[in-house]
Structures are given as C-alpha cells and as structure tokens.
C-alpha cells in the first residue's frame, strides 16, 4: 500500500543519519518528504546528497513548520494516502505530535520511526536541534499561517431573516469564503470530525472569518452537540453530553445548529430576549426537535409562544429529499402534504412543511414562521443539495460533507447591527 515517507531534518537529525535511516525501510511505492524549513536551509544549505538517494523527494522547506506541514498534508490528499511514516529524533517526535494534533485528524495515521536517545548521535544530530516549542507556541504558528492564506471559492456570504428583529444578530452561513481545500469540505466547513480530512484548526478559522464578517466573537460561539432526537439545554443547566437544541436569555453568547440538508433552526422571543437554536434532521423532526425548543424557552423563561419567531436556514428540500417507504409513512401522518408521492418505494419527504405543521400546532403563528413558503421575504431556506456552488449536502455529496450553520445572538447594549 502507498504511504508517505517524512524525513524530519529540521528537529535534530542531519541528511546523513536520515539517508541511512530511509535505505533501511523505504520502500518502492513511497513518496517521500524531507522536512527542512526555510531557515534550517539557510543555515545549513540544501539536503542535495540526501536528495540524490531519494529520486522525486519533494523537500518542505516553507517558512515556517507549520507551512511546510500544511503543504505537506495538501500533497497528502491530493494523492489519497492516508498511512504516513516518519524518521525523526526524539525531540522531533514530541514536537511534530503537537503539529500532526492540529493539522491532521484520525483519518491518517503516523507511524514514528525514532532513533533511541541511547544511540550514539553525530555531532551535526546534536548541534543543529532548535529549542523545542510549547504546545501554545505551536498553537500560535499553525493559527499564523491559516490567518494568511486566501479565501477559497470567493467571498463570504450570509443569509439573514427579514423576521429576526435587530435587536438579535443572527445568520445562515453558506460554503464560500473558507480556507477548507478538500473538494467536500471546500471551503467555509465549520465542523471538524475525526472522520473528515479537516482538522480542528482549519475549522477553528473558517468560524474566525465567519465571526469577523458577522460581528461577534468566535470565542462565545456554542454549537448543539448533534444527537438526532430532541433534547434541549438551556445554558446555565449542567451540560448535556448531547443535545440538538439550546436556549439562553444571556446576551454575547453566540448559539449555533449545524446543517447540511438537515435543517439549521433560530428561534427569537423580541419581547423577553431569549433565543433558541436547533438541528432538526428528519429523526429530530418526527422526535419534535422544533417544538421542544419552544417549550424550553415557554418553561425556561416564561415566553409566550406567539411572540416567539422562527427562522429556517437552508437545508434539503422535498425536490432532492427521499426515505425508504415505511420511514416517510410517518410525515404523512403529520401532514399527507408532508409526502407528495407516499406510493413510490422511496418517497419524497418535505421535512420543512412538517416542521412548520408541528411548530404552528405548538401555538407558534404561522406569519412568525420564515421558510421557504414564505414569498414576501428574501429567501433564507434554498435546497442545499440543488445548489453546490452555495451550500454542503449530505444527500449529494455522500459522507465526506462539509457543515454550514445557523447562530444567533442576543445584541448587548450598544452594539450596532450590521446590514
């Protein structure tokens, strides 16, 4: 099987040592790194003698090590290697353990071929290994050099509801404007998964940028820890280990609902201040997700359900949407509407008609309802799956998706809306 061979020259190890260390286990089918840094060449000139033994080694030496590791992992997933081994001191390991935490999740696996401190090491081994680096100062690097790399797929932009009134921020992201490179994932993906290709720290920026665009602080951002049922946590509560709905009356704090055809809901109450979001896919919406959140904030702080307003982002919509026969019979008992075609043997479902139905039926008034059947208003509840170039989708894209979402936040005194 193909792997990648990272030969780490810039944490202790000399071409030499790292030479003779590759011609014992390198095999045939490898593409092999060396791992140099601007400066490291600059000191101590190019790794020519290495690079001879090596035929197409591609040598990483950018300035600085988080750049060389994030060329390296693009490399990486361009050619769909996954298995990645790497000869390295001790020292080396430790650091590039801190590097491998921030820019690769538990798709790829490393494996650290390391020379024992026990070994007799050269004097340029011993000489040439910089100071090692905390955790922070690596932190501090990888978050430099995302913050320089250009957006991909144009500018960000964000939907909002005509029906929030100003004294909430809120919007619906939307997929451009990112820094999110993996065709699925490209480019403004704000979920990091061990099962994707996008780690945490480009997550982390994507909603940096998505923060500074909208007007709040990434910091408070709190996103419903997906469960696909119909738990709410209203902050000041113990924590739930999983919820797909939240409220607060606590102004600065920024909630949030994920959505890639499931659908992002934002709930605001102008009259006592409270605010809500939920993830309502197909499961939360039968299990009642939508109306659950309004109960929370009915017994939670006392609203009344028809000053509450609702707003649905985009999610995927009855023109793309199917179940199996036997899971969409149960929309139709919400609303026959709920399934145009109940006879075929994957029916298409329209999961926002049965949010809407369960929601108006709570005691919500239908004109607080902002979805897609709502025409005096600009749209904020397109299909994901019919526009690629605007939204992530589950449904088209398979399980390598990216996630846009829905956030919301109560105005503190002072702060101005933004158009």
Known sequence: MSRAVLL????????????????????????????????????????????????????????????????????????????????????GRRVLLLYQEQLFTDVYTFDYEVRSVDEPTCPSCTG??????????VRRDVSRFLQQLPALKG??????????????????????????????????????????????????????????????????????????????????QAEPESYDGMVTDQAGLVLAAPGADCMPVLFADPVLKVIGAAHAGWKGTLMGVATATVEAMVMGFGCRVSDIMVAVGPSVGPCCFT???????????????????PESDKPHVNIRLANRILLQNAGVLPEHIHDDTVTDRPPVTPCTSCHPQHFFSHVRDGSNFGTQAGFLWIRQTGEEARP
């Not at 040439?128 to 100062?137: R, V």
């Not at 996008?198 to 469960?227: C, I, Q, S, T, Y």
């Open 128 to 137: 040439s290994a910089p100071t090692e680096p905390p955790a922070e100062e």
């Open 8 to 91: 780490d020259l810039l944490h202790g190890s000399c071409p030499s040592c790292a030479g003779s260390a590759l011609g014992e286990h390198l095999g045939s089918d490898s593409r092999v790194f060396l791992l140099y840094g601007k400066l490291h060449r600059e000191e101590n000139g190019g790794p020519d003698g290495l690079l001879g033994s090596c035929g197409s080694a591609r040598v990483l030496d950018s300035g600085s090590t988080a750049e060389c590791l994030y060329r390296f992992k693009q490399t990486v997933d361009e050619l769909d290697l996954s298995s990645v081994t790497v000869y390295t001191t001790p020292r």
């Open 155 to 236: 500018a960000i932009r964000v939907l909002r509801s005509t029906l929030i009134p100003e004294a909430f921020g809120h919007g619906f992201s939307t997929r451009t404007g990112g820094v999110s490179y993996i065709p699925t994932l490209s480019s403004l993906n704000l979920f990091a998964s061990c099962r994707r290709r996008d780690p945490g720290a480009v997550v982390a920026e994507n909603r940096r940028r998505l923060a500074l665009h909208a007007g709040f602080h990434p910091e408070p951002l709190r996103l419903v820890k997906v469960n696909h049922a119909s738990d709410v946590w209203l902050l000041g």
């Open 323 to 341: 179940l199996l026969r036997e899971q969409a019979l149960d929309f139709s008992s919400i609303h026959p509407d709920c399934v145009p075609d």
